[in-house]
């Protein structure tokens, strides 16, 4: 049977879902009692990780891929952390954190694994079976970000621009979404797509469930 993107996407956004009882954090955001502290964090944390991924996400677009489908996914990537990373100075500002107060946060290992493995997918995996393993935990991220941005809202206080991060995260792109799967049928006919792209998703996703519990050991 010939497998068409829609399903390459759909079998890895179902077959990668997290556990929610994993995340011992945003439950705690949800339920408000997780302390302004562990916000604090997150924002530094992001502040590292979004960096970290535009660079990623780049060189992929300029160095690792001359397809263009592909090229544009991730070119939309990066740009998409730009707008990430004007999003987190509002919620940062908000927090009170200026840039002396960033500049001196020590990060934690268990939060910036994530992004580590970012970079070794930029540097060694097939593209299109990044495009299929990021699609998977966006996913999951997205959600995470729905939840933080109800709850800082509902128990917190915060106005919508503080929020507007974690909303820019929550809401799927369509734009994305057309661009991954030109990307994935790219793959296909090019016959690029491996078995690989379920074990990226898994890591991925295991390295941001990392990203959320380090911060609970830290903060709660």
Do not use: K
């Amino acid at each position: 049977m010939t497998r068409t993107p829609q399903d390459v996407l759909a079998a890895a956004v179902r077959g990668l879902a997290p556990d929610e009882d994993a995340n011992r954090l945003v439950p705690e955001f949800a339920a408000g009692r997780a302390p302004l502290a562990a916000l604090t964090a997150f924002a530094l944390e992001q502040r590292h990780i979004i960096t970290g991924d535009r660079h990623a996400f780049r060189h992929l677009a300029r160095e690792r891929t001359g397809e263009p489908a592909a090229r544009a996914f991730f070119a939309a990537l990066a740009e998409g952390e730009d707008l990430a990373l004007d999003h987190l100075a509002a919620l940062s500002g908000t927090l009170g954190l200026d840039r002396a107060v960033a500049d001196d946060y020590e990060p934690l290992a268990g939060c910036q694994a994530y992004p580590a493995y970012t970079a070794w997918l930029a540097l060694n995996a097939e593209p299109v079976d990044v495009v299929v393993a990021l699609s998977a935990n966006f996913a999951a991220w997205g959600g995470c970000c729905a939840a933080m941005g109800r709850a800082l809202r509902a128990h917190y206080g915060l106005p919508d621009g503080a929020c507007a991060f974690f909303d820019f995260f929550a809401r799927p792109d369509p734009r994305l979404r057309e661009r991954s799967l030109a990307a994935v049928g790219e793959g296909l006919a090019a016959g690029r797509l491996t078995g690989a792209a379920r074990r990226y998703g898994r890591l991925l996703q295991e390295y941001e469930l990392m990203f959320w519990n380090t911060l609970a050991d830290r903060t709660l």
